[in-house]
């Protein structure tokens, strides 16, 4: 079933702006991870935070999670045309431990105009 | 570069005829996945690899088949492919626990 639900669907920003994305959960998790997907590719895995982090840093991208509220935000600084993309949230759910498996959200759009 | 390769990039194949889809990964990681992914939705498991332990989701059809004959390879069989099989397939692996996955460019696999 499905873990993850991304907020909003489709986001279009014009280039330099910040983009916020939100996603929300349903059950206990070890670890939640955003990945970006460009047209007809693969995922590419962008950041990966624990059910005990906070709050994490990786170059423009600043991921949040907050367990009570079963919900993570994923920014994305300065946003440029090249960001333009699919990103998906995925959570590890525990206690599967050894063999945890990432349950995927339907994705946000992000546009970026130039 | 150390990667997850998934081969063909595109596939077609006759409706009921048996197609193989193949991954490698030059990471050394003890996990590999399957997941199938129809357009504008969510990736969905198939199945993984924990070593040589095979994990099937419940939901996944008996269609589809995986085989690992080593810790690099992986190989997605489907045995009579539906229209419904359309979609891309996306292989991934990971070294443990509490890491991100490393995903290959995906299969698109058209059934004619």
């Known amino acids: 079933s499905q873990q993850g639900e991304e907020d909003p669907q489709a986001l279009s920003i014009q280039e330099g702006e910040n983009a916020t994305m939100n996603c929300s959960y349903k059950?206990?998790?070890?670890?939640l991870q955003w990945y970006r997907q460009n047209s007809g590719r693969g995922l590419v895995h962008l950041i990966l935070?624990?059910?005990?982090?906070r709050e994490k840093h990786s170059g423009r991208l600043r991921v949040t999670l907050d367990t009570s509220k079963k919900s993570s935000s994923l920014l994305i600084t300065a946003s440029r045309a090249a960001d333009t993309a699919s990103y998906f949230c995925?959570?590890?759910?525990?206690?599967?431990?050894?063999?945890?498996?990432?349950?995927f959200g339907k994705g946000i759009t992000l546009s970026v105009r130039p | 570069d150390a990667m997850v390769i998934q081969n063909p990039r595109y596939q077609v194949t006759q409706f009921g005829k048996p197609v193989t889809l193949s991954c490698s990964q030059t990471?050394?990681?003890?996990?590999m996945y399957w997941y199938q992914q129809k357009s504008s939705q969510a990736p969905k498991l198939l199945f993984h690899?924990?070593?040589?332990?095979?994990?099937n989701e419940a939901d996944t059809p008996d269609n589809f088949q995986s085989r690992r004959p080593n810790t690099s390879f992986c190989f997605l069989d489907i045995r009579s492919p539906g229209l419904g099989d359309a979609a891309m397939y996306l292989c991934?692996?990971?070294?443990?626990?509490?890491?991100?996955?490393?995903f290959g460019s995906g299969t698109r696999l058209t059934v004619v």
């Open positions: 991934a692996s990971r070294l443990e626990y509490n890491y991100g996955y490393t």
């Open positions: 059950t206990s998790i070890n670890n």
């Open positions: 935070i624990r059910s005990n982090e």
């Open positions: 995925a959570t590890d759910q525990a206690p599967t431990g050894a063999n945890s498996k990432l349950t």
């Open positions: 990471l050394n990681h003890n996990v």
């Open positions: 690899y924990y070593d040589k332990d095979f994990n």
